[in-house]
């Protein structure tokens, strides 16, 4: 068990059950009503641009396909590193995020283009189901990040959570997280689509915090509804909250179903004023994306040169 | 990465929508007309103090030209519309509002001084919404529950504050024009720009002349209209001094009156509410419209269990509240409507100070013209303080504590008023008997001032007498009804 965890709970199922039961609950209609009204913040001209800068750094530039190949992959590294060829001054986004069998390719390419400094993120533990014994899942984490992944982005065991069988999703990210060690960092994919409820995502972040967790993830990008703006309040609530009581800041990583520029500056607005602008860093926030990266890139253009580009202005990846 | 880093720019909402004219008349019988009293007064932007319009200054003659025209309006006219005639013109106001909407929502922000976003998703939206409802209503009275021939008073006289201009209008305007009444509105002396601008409206909508008059003036204004001898009904919404005072005058006349007066709504907090919507909830409460609002949640009640967790994830939240421009769609908190009412405040929290509570704002910078006050809370309150009983009217929460369940009902009635409260728990049975032990005319749970056309509003004791809205709202202007 991780050292904060340590103090708040001694590792039992019931301990973890008291501490999870304990949390205040969600109220539905309060929780949309919070979220709809920062959805009317009105970003503009300067602080427009400098959210479309921030988001772009924050892009988990993501494919998870299973038609995806090494040319494929290479080419959205290509994209990762230099978002767009003709403006040298837009930032790199801020991981690569693909299948365990593609990270040493993205690895290797990124490398030799000079990438470096862009980490590759490897989803795993069965994703997108989590259907599979603990052993197979230490495995895949094992060769994601032998490959050369220095995130790792872990799905829970929804069946087990929802049966209530809390302390066995905890051991599972212990176990993970023990295997990632320093090497990588973990991100864990709640998939609060099926979650179904708030109560249910504020429990479920909290048990991933508990238990180690760098980063907590809303989807898998399989399931809809995924980061919607009331469940990202929620799991940012619960990130301002866990800092307040251990002083540990834990990331949170929004994706599936943010598509445009509006999208991605409302979900900046949600940790503006929810975690504050401390959160506002690729360290502590990012957005699992693939289509968001070229609609943030026109809208850059846009605001520099006053008119909209067509689509053939941005690469295709 | 810095504090700074997503500083939201201004978005200011461009005010070349609105025309304002120099100066304005007084609307009586479908036309503009110059006040006998050949005065005019000033209404500024409380925001900047600039004059925004010259506005008449109603006196008794003014008032009696005004009443007959809308008692021959009554007589020739619309008595003699059918119910459903009435409710095209009900639905064309509606419809008017809508289309200007924008116009509305930027000329109530310059007036009064409340943020834009506030008028925009709010003022202006509920006020059509309030047309549409009472338009439904003007052909199916006899379906209503009093009797099967409603008949309307004739000539009601509505009085009107500054905190919703337009919404209070509407709120007097439609049922009493729905119901088959006619009207001599007064508006506040602070905010009468939205409704010259209702006048217009009117105009746009043919409503046959004398049926809506508007009278612009200060309170002698208003006491010459609620004692003119030919009026059937009045109905104010205002303050508790003035409500009595109007009470008063009426007691040997036997007209009837429909009175919305103050507040001092408890928001009680229990130890098993859903915590961080309670804390946006109570930030609504009070934060809303500058706290310029009757029902209010203008006292915190706390179980002692909660207080230290809760206090410091309100006085974060309250840290984030936007204070500045009211045209800046970003801005949360707007200005105080009147130099008047920021020395109330200012007045009041005196007191908290100097009877022994603990003040706390938010940090933020004001604006150097204008009325402002930023976000206050005060703890250590208890019962026996000024700011517990009385109502402070603006962005002021006094927070006081509470051990039992019984404890908190008896301090949430423990004070003249009894307009609105917020019971904030997860447990549905403490909801319920939380409900049938509080006496206030409003009871929201898990959630505040929510608003609908169709939900009576009013309050107990020295909050009101009679409701607005839903199908009991109605009886304020049918005779006999009750």
């Known amino acids: 068990m991780s050292e904060l965890g340590n103090k708040l709970i001694d590792g039992s199922e019931s301990s973890l059950r008291a501490f999870l039961d304990n949390l205040p609950g969600v109220d539905k209609v309060g929780a949309e009503g919070r979220a709809a009204m920062l959805g009317t913040r009105s970003i503009k001209t300067t602080s427009k641009a400098r959210a479309i800068d921030l988001a772009i750094s924050m892009v988990d530039l993501t494919t998870l396909e299973g038609a995806d190949t090494p040319g494929k992959v290479r080419s959205l590294c ?4 230099r978002p767009d060829p003709s403006d040298l001054k837009v930032p790199h986004v801020g991981a690569i995020c693909v299948y ?15 990438g470096q400094s862009i980490p590759v993120a490897a989803v795993s533990t069965a994703f997108p189901s989590g259907r599979a014994s603990m052993e197979v899942k230490l495995r895949d984490t094992q060769d994601a990040i032998e490959s050369g992944a220095s995130e790792i982005d872990m799905v829970i065991d929804r069946g087990a959570f929802l049966s209530g ?10 176990e993970i997280k023990a295997l990632c060690g320093e090497k990588a960092h973990l991100k864990v994919i709640l998939e609060t689509g099926e979650l179904a409820t708030y109560d249910n995502v504020r429990k479920a972040s909290y048990l991933a915090m508990l238990a180690g967790a760098d980063f907590i993830k809303t989807s898998t990008g399989k399931v809809s509804p995924a980061a919607t703006p009331p469940v990202v309040l929620v799991m940012l609530e619960a990130v301002r909250d866990f800092f307040a009581l251990t002083g540990k800041k834990i990331g949170v990583k929004p994706a599936g179903g943010i598509r445009t520029t509006k999208d991605a500056i409302k979900q900046l607005v949600l940790v503006n004023e929810t975690t504050g602008p401390e959160w506002l860093t690729p360290k502590l926030f990012r957005i699992g994306a693939s289509a968001l990266l070229n609609d943030l890139l026109m809208q850059r253009m846009k605001l520099s040169n006053g008119r909209y580009s067509s689509a053939n202005y941005v690469t295709v990846d | 990465m810095s504090a700074d880093i997503f500083e939201y720019a201004p978005a200011p909402e461009s005010r070349a929508i609105v025309k304002l004219n120099s100066e304005y008349g007084l609307f009586i019988n479908g036309k503009w007309v110059s006040p006998q009293s050949k005065k005019k007064f000033s209404s500024i932007n409380p925001a900047t103090e600039e004059v925004l319009a010259k506005v008449s200054q109603g006196n008794q003659a003014d008032v009696d030209k005004a009443v007959k025209a809308a008692r021959a309006a009554y007589n020739k006219v619309w008595s003699k519309t059918k119910p459903k005639e009435r409710a095209k013109y009900l639905f064309r106001i509606a419809r008017l509002l809508q289309e200007r909407a924008r116009e509305f929502a930027v000329l109530e922000s310059l007036d009064n001084g409340k943020p834009i976003r506030e008028t925009r998703d709010v003022d202006v939206p509920l006020s059509a919404a309030h047309f549409f409802y009472h338009a439904g209503w003007a052909d199916k009275l006899e379906y209503a529950g009093y009797g ?8 009601v006289a509505q009085i009107i504050p500054w905190n919703f201009p337009l919404l209070m209008l509407a709120w007097k305007v439609a049922p009493a024009l729905a119901t088959g009444n006619t009207v001599v509105l007064k508006p506040a002396e602070t905010t009468p720009l939205t409704a010259l601008l209702f006048a217009e409206i009117c105009q746009q909508a043919e409503l046959p002349a004398g049926v809506v008059n508007i009278v612009t003036g200060d309170g002698a204004t208003g006491a010459a209209l609620v004692n003119h001898g030919d009026i059937d009904k009045v109905a104010f919404t205002g303050s508790t001094e003035v409500g009595k005072a109007i009470a008063t005058s009426i ?13 001092k709504g408890a928001n009680i907090v229990f130890d098993d509410a859903p915590i961080d919507e309670a804390v946006e909830g109570i930030i609504n409460g009070i934060f809303f419209n500058q706290g310029h609002v009757c029902c209010a949640g203008s006292r915190l009640l706390l179980q002692e269990s909660i207080v230290d967790d809760f206090l410091t994830k309100l006085q974060s939240r309250m840290a984030k509240i936007r204070v500045g421009d009211p045209l800046d769609k970003n801005t949360d908190l707007g200005a105080i409507n009147s130099a008047a009412q920021l020395s109330k405040i200012k007045e009041l929290s005196e007191s ?8 706390w704002s938010a940090p933020c910078s004001l604006p150097a013209k204008g009325f402002w006050y930023p976000p206050t809370i005060f703890t250590g309150v208890t019962q026996a303080h000024r700011i517990a009983r009385e109502e402070i009217f603006g962005p002021v929460l006094s927070v006081l504590t509470f051990r039992t369940p019984q404890e908190a009902m008896e301090k949430a009635n423990n004070t003249p008023y009894g307009l609105s409260a917020g019971i904030w728990t997860e447990k549905g049975s403490k909801i319920l008997w939380a409900a049938q032990q ?16 169709a939900s009576p509003f009013g309050g107990y ?6 409701r607005e809205g839903g199908r009991h709202g109605l009886a304020a202007y049918i005779k006999g009804a009750k």
Do not use: C, H, Q
Not at chain 1, 78 to 81: E, F, S
Not at chain 1, 167 to 172: A, L, P, R
Not at chain 2, 461 to 466: D, F, T
């Open chain 1, 78 to 81: 290509a994209k990762a590193l």
């Open chain 1, 100 to 114: 365990n069998d593609m990270v040493k390719v993205a690895r290797d390419y990124l490398d030799s283009i000079g």
């Open chain 1, 165 to 174: 069988k809390f302390g066995s999703v905890f051991d599972e990210i212990r």
């Open chain 2, 148 to 155: 099967d021939n409603p008949k309307p008073y004739g000539v």
């Open chain 2, 251 to 263: 007691a040997d006349r036997g007209i009837p009156a429909t009175l919305e007066l103050g507040g």
């Open chain 2, 352 to 359: 908290g100070t100097k009877e022994g509570a603990n003040i």
């Open chain 2, 438 to 453: 509080l006496k206030a005319g409003v009871i929201w749970a898990n959630t505040f001032n929510k608003f609908d056309p």
């Open chain 2, 461 to 466: 004791k020295e909050s009101g007498w009679g």
